[in-house]
């Protein structure tokens, strides 16, 4: 027997001896049968010196049916019982946050500066790839997504089912959005999305490899709104503001993390940002609930089938056997 196997209600088995105890209790069963009149029976017991008494027909026991009536009993107080295997306790995931990927979509992540598996790819490739296993790893969150660009929209709301978000995040492509960066409408937009929510706990993710368009609302001015719902806003600066290639503004993403209590991170690399999805699940780590969950495996099924498959057995065995007899005499 494996050490993880339990009874849930082992206080069952004082029942075992149940059907013994009625047996010796309660008086035999008694059936009235006809009977034949004998007129000399009187005289016959004075001559036969004998004293006529009352009595009856006690059939004999067939063990062999009781043992087997009495397997029943047992099997069907271990099911009762409810047999199970118990598993490690885990801590359960404790659901109670919302974090937004809002990420930039604008021409210029189509830039071939970012090298994944020894090959040259799109900036915005190599972001989806590990953005990927971090999505994955966030169980503990409903997850949304955001794509921005000249406009900001909604690609996925926020939903429990990562991998549908795995799904959402790879359908979106570079210039969906448009092909400036408006990091301020892409913070609204998002701060849209967290009040049709009632989750008080809110994370932002920000990602953009360019300067804000100047258009609609500033970054600061949306980061303020952020600010005052609440919402953190850890923002990630695509490439290397030293190369001529990039326009990176990351004073702006540096006052919006600042502002909002989050962090600033700057990938110029894969790796790098390999290695700011470590940390950002360090800053935000997966929350538990005090209570322990322990995974279960009732079994109370298996005793249960096999006596409702004994007492089936019993039931074809005397049909047979009445069949059996009435084909002799007949």
């Keep these: 027997m494996p050490d993880n196997f339990q009874f849930a209600y082992p206080l069952v088995a004082l029942l075992?001896?149940?059907?013994?105890?009625?047996?010796?209790?309660?008086?035999?069963?008694?059936?009235?049968?006809?009977?034949?009149?004998f007129p000399y029976f009187h005289r016959a017991a004075e001559v036969t010196n004998q004293k006529p008494k009352r009595a009856s027909y006690i059939k004999k026991r067939n063990w062999f049916s009781w043992i087997l009536m009495y397997t029943i009993w047992l099997?069907?107080?271990?099911?009762?019982?409810?047999?199970?295997?118990?598993?490690?306790?885990?801590?359960?995931?404790?659901?109670?946050?919302?974090?937004?990927?809002?990420?930039?979509?604008?021409?210029?992540?189509?830039?071939?500066?970012?090298?994944?598996?020894?090959?040259?790819?799109?900036?915005?490739?190599?972001?989806?790839?590990?953005?990927?296993?971090?999505?994955?790893?966030?169980?503990?969150?409903?997850?949304?997504?955001?794509?921005?660009?000249?406009?900001a929209y909604i690609?996925?709301?926020?939903?429990?089912?990562?991998?549908?978000?795995?799904?959402?995040?790879?359908?979106?492509?570079?210039?969906?959005?448009?092909?400036?960066?408006?990091?301020?409408?892409?913070?609204?937009?998002?701060?849209?999305?967290?009040?049709?929510?009632?989750?008080?706990?809110?994370?932002?993710?920000?990602?953009?490899?360019?300067?804000?368009?100047?258009?609609?609302?500033?970054?600061?001015?949306?980061?303020?709104?952020?600010?005052?719902?609440?919402?953190?806003?850890?923002?990630?600066?695509?490439?290397?503001?030293?190369?001529?290639?990039?326009?990176?503004d990351e004073r702006t993403l540096q006052e919006i993390s600042e502002m909002t209590g989050g962090k600033y991170f700057r990938a110029k690399d894969t790796k790098g940002l390999e290695n700011i999805y470590t940390e950002l699940d360090t800053l935000e780590p997966i929350e538990y609930e005090e209570e322990s969950f322990i995974p279960k495996t009732l079994l109370y099924y298996i005793p249960l089938g096999a006596a409702l498959a004994l007492a089936a057995f019993i039931v074809l065995m005397n049909n047979l056997i009445l069949l059996f007899k009435r084909f002799r005499r007949d």
Excluded: C
């Design 16 to 37: 075992i001896p149940l059907p013994l105890i009625i047996y010796w209790l309660l008086p035999p069963i008694k059936n009235r049968s006809t009977a034949l009149k």
């Design 75 to 151: 099997l069907l107080l271990i099911a009762l019982a409810s047999p199970e295997l118990v598993g490690k306790p885990e801590k359960k995931i404790k659901t109670a946050r919302n974090f937004l990927i809002v990420a930039d979509i604008s021409f210029s992540m189509a830039n071939t500066d970012w090298v994944l598996d020894g090959k040259r790819v799109t900036r915005w490739a190599a972001v989806k790839d590990i953005m990927h296993e971090f999505i994955g790893n966030r169980k503990s969150d409903r997850m949304g997504l955001v794509f921005f660009g000249s406009n």
């Design 155 to 248: 690609q996925a709301p926020f939903t429990s089912d990562l991998k549908t978000i795995q799904t959402m995040l790879d359908e979106a492509d570079v210039g969906m959005a448009g092909q400036m960066t408006n990091i301020g409408k892409a913070i609204v937009k998002g701060m849209d999305l967290f009040q049709r929510d009632t989750i008080q706990s809110k994370v932002m993710l920000l990602l953009t490899d360019g300067v804000d368009s100047g258009e609609a609302i500033l970054p600061l001015d949306a980061a303020n709104l952020a600010k005052k719902d609440s919402t953190v806003i850890y923002t990630i600066g695509i490439g290397d503001p030293g190369s001529s290639s990039s326009d990176l």
